[in-house]
């Protein structure tokens, strides 16, 4: 693994790609907690869900984080074991959140009246803290994502737990009213999105990923 890094940052043109991706991401996750910290400020919108009203709330916050959290531990190191797939998935996950700084922009929402806010003692300074910004919700931000690493996984073990973890958190972000069903719905399209950009401005992309 080390060696293929080696290899790989030793390449110009991957290391002009891979620095200039990570600036990118940088630079948007920046922006991304400044929109978050100024859509608490601005009048949302407020939608009929009728799934939200059949179900009655219930605070599955601990399942969420660790579902969420180990499964980003595990495609991260998925992802990590070649230069060019941890590349390609940090420029799927900036597009992601790019994404999401467009739909929330645009059409911010007021988060569902019966929310239990995610308890999140483990970090309490991230942007998804249970007592701030708690209208990050078109689309799903946990739901996409995991989504995003459904796509992305080549090795059909991993794309299998990937789907069960990222249906089962979207599942459970509904049960705890933290996004609308329409949030968690949408999700998986703006993942495959993120994920068919990357695939189809990478030239080589699919000869990459095997390296």
């Known amino acids: 693994m080390f060696y293929n890094w080696k290899i790989a ?20 996750l920046i922006v991304f907690a400044m929109l978050l910290a100024y859509i608490e400020t601005v009048q949302g919108h407020v939608l009929y869900d009728p799934v939200l009203n059949f179900i009655k709330p219930h605070d599955v916050s601990f399942f969420i984080f660790f579902a969420t959290y180990f499964t980003a531990i595990v495609a991260v190191s998925y992802a990590f074991g070649s230069p060019y797939k ?22 911010p929402l007021e988060s569902p009246l019966a929310i239990i806010p995610l308890h999140q003692e483990f970090l309490p300074s991230s942007v998804y803290s249970e007592h701030h910004h708690i209208k990050n919700l078109l689309f799903s931000g946990h739901a996409s994502t995991l989504f995003l690493f459904f796509f992305f996984s080549l090795n059909k073990w991993l794309k299998g737990i990937f789907l069960v973890t990222a249906i089962s958190v979207s599942l459970a972000v509904v049960v705890q009213h933290v996004n609308y069903s ?28 095997t390296l």
């Not at 420029?91 to 059409?107: A, D, E, H, P, S």
């Not at 949408?186 to 695939?199: K, M, S, T, W």
């Open 9 to 28: 940052l030793s390449d110009k043109h991957f290391r002009n790609r891979f620095l200039i991706s990570l600036s990118l991401v940088a630079v948007i």
């Open 182 to 209: 329409y949030d968690v719905i949408v999700a998986p399209l703006f993942a495959y999105i993120a994920y068919r950009i990357v695939v189809k401005f990478s030239k080589h992309y699919y000869k990459e990923i």
């Open 86 to 107: 941890c590349l390609h998935l940090l420029q799927m996950y900036g597009i992601l959140t790019f994404l999401r700084i467009v739909t929330l922009f645009f059409l």
